[in-house]
């Protein structure tokens, strides 16, 4: 089986010397409201997800110099399929969209791009984008840009268990040795440390199905507006929530706990 290979020598987990310094130093955003936003203007879902291109432009722009340093956005999910067929062509559309008119100033920038999800299914030409994308910045470490397309939380999961049993049937895997890292190790995010805050925009509190391994102990922080108006205020006003939170990682500072007489 292959081992965990990192897209960064900082690399870490969720304790790492990044996030105990106050970060956030990775934050993830569920993309949501294009189609609410279109819909109080009275214009096509589609509209709406060609504003949310532009709010990703300026998020990525804004975050570098709010701190983050790994930034990873949710851009169609594994049950985005469901959709009228006129709106999953645009969703598709969307990374050419996005790429064609950026990817130049990424490289040129320092920005490293990463697609996590499954490839299969995909149109051979939106694969070949994002593998041109991931290979025209993969020198780059100024900035990790993780796009998850055509992912999902709970298939990522069993992705990685299937990857996993597959080595242990062919023998070059000792089931025994399986814990919590080397599982970690088989999912399409490994290699980035995990999120230490997650962003909703839209008004939904949930977390459809993105990153759910990896958000044990991500902060999760939900915001009212919509994602094609979101911008760097709207990504200050998270990471001033998110540095207000006491992370303890599942531990306890000591006048919090009991000891017995």
Do not use: C
Request: charged share 25%; glycine share 8%.
């Amino acid at each position: 089986m292959a081992g965990r290979s990192k897209t960064s020598p900082e690399a870490s987990g969720p304790a790492s010397a990044a996030s105990a310094a106050g970060g956030p130093f990775h934050v993830a955003i569920v993309m949501d409201g294009n189609g609410r936003w279109a819909q109080k203007r009275g214009l096509p879902r589609t509209m709406g997800h060609r504003a949310g291109v532009e709010a990703l432009r300026r998020t990525v722009a804004a975050a570098p110099d709010l701190g983050v340093r790994w930034l990873t956005v949710f851009g169609f999910s594994t049950e985005n399929w469901s959709r009228p067929a006129a709106e999953v062509s645009e969703l598709m559309a969307l990374p050419k969209r996005y790429f064609d008119s950026d990817l130049k100033r990424l490289e040129r920038e320092g920005v490293r791009v990463r697609a996590v999800g499954r490839r299969e299914g995909l149109a051979p030409d939106l694969v070949a984008l994002l593998n041109e994308a991931e290979q025209r910045t993969a020198r780059n470490d100024r900035f990790f840009l993780q796009i998850a397309f055509n992912y999902g939380g709970q298939a990522d999961i069993a992705d990685a268990a299937r990857r996993l049993a597959e080595a242990a049937a062919a023998g070059r895997l000792d089931p025994a040795t399986i814990n919590e890292s080397v599982f970690a190790g088989s999912l399409s995010t490994a290699g980035l440390p995990l999120p230490d805050l997650i962003i909703r925009p839209s008004g939904e509190q949930r977390l459809s199905n993105f990153l759910l391994w990896e958000a044990a102990y991500a902060e999760l922080v939900f915001q009212d507006v919509l994602w094609p108006d979101y911008d760097a205020a709207s990504l200050a006003d998270a990471i001033t929530a998110f540095r207000s939170r006491d992370r303890r990682f599942g531990g306890a500072v000591s006048d919090d706990v009991l000891v017995a007489g």
